[in-house]
């Protein structure tokens, strides 16, 4: 049943996928939205034969693919997420916050690929790590604000989901960096690297 996990998963996302494609609340949105979704999920089946990471790691990148793809479905500023709202007391829908900590998992999946591949030790890998998607979350907010201008109007404000916030895009890489750290501290504890090692020296 482990071995079968992701492609269970890659499964249940595609159909999650499709129903959530059918009638957005803006085509516009969605289709900007999905664009890193399916590279990302295509990158991963693409490379299924040749590494497949562990199972912790797939279900951790498909928090954030499944997340997305949500996001992408409502816009990431009306997504029904009113309870949290509430529970928070705030008047700011925070849905795209939890989106940006939840890239930060994708820490852990590069920790595994650096150290199984032995390409570095544990400290250089975390380090690159978090920088990696430090990166990504400052390219992201960069591609967000060039949308914003290059299609104005509703898409465009919608694409950029700063609700008002002139420090989003700040609090946004936070987030991510936030969740990266989360990403390599939880390495720390179940370091798949070390089991992986293991099995194969017991099966030598």
């Known amino acids: 049943m482990l071995k079968k996990f992701p492609p269970l998963l890659a499964l249940i996302f595609s159909v999650f996928f499709i129903i959530l494609a059918i009638n957005p609340a803006s085509r516009a949105v969605w289709?900007?939205?999905?664009?890193?979704?399916v590279i990302i999920f295509g990158l991963l089946v693409f490379t299924y034969k040749g590494f497949q990471f562990s199972n912790l790691a797939y279900a951790m990148v498909a928090f954030w693919l499944f997340w997305h793809t949500i996001g992408g479905h409502y816009t990431f500023a009306n997504v029904p997420f009113g309870f949290v709202t509430d529970l928070l007391g705030s008047e700011r829908n925070h849905f795209d916050r939890i989106g940006h900590f939840s890239v930060g998992f994708y820490a852990y999946?590069?920790?595994?690929?650096?150290?199984?591949?032995?390409?570095c030790d544990y400290k250089l890998a975390a380090f690159f790590s978090v920088f990696f998607i430090m990166s990504i979350a400052a390219g992201?907010?960069?591609?967000?604000?060039?949308?914003?201008?290059?299609e104005g109007g509703d898409a465009g404000i919608e694409f950029?989901?700063?609700?008002?916030?002139i420090w989003d895009a700040q609090k946004d890489m936070l987030s991510d960096t936030l969740g990266a750290?989360?990403?390599?501290?939880?390495?720390y504890f179940v370091r798949p690297d070390k089991a992986t090692t293991n099995k194969a020296l017991s099966q030598s």
């Open 31 to 37: 289709l900007a939205e999905v664009i890193p979704v």
């Open 109 to 119: 999946a590069m920790m595994e690929w650096l150290l199984r591949r032995q390409h």
């Open 140 to 150: 992201y907010e960069i591609i967000e604000w060039w949308y914003a201008v290059a």
């Open 160 to 165: 950029l989901g700063s609700q008002g916030d």
């Open 181 to 187: 750290l989360f990403a390599i501290t939880l390495y």
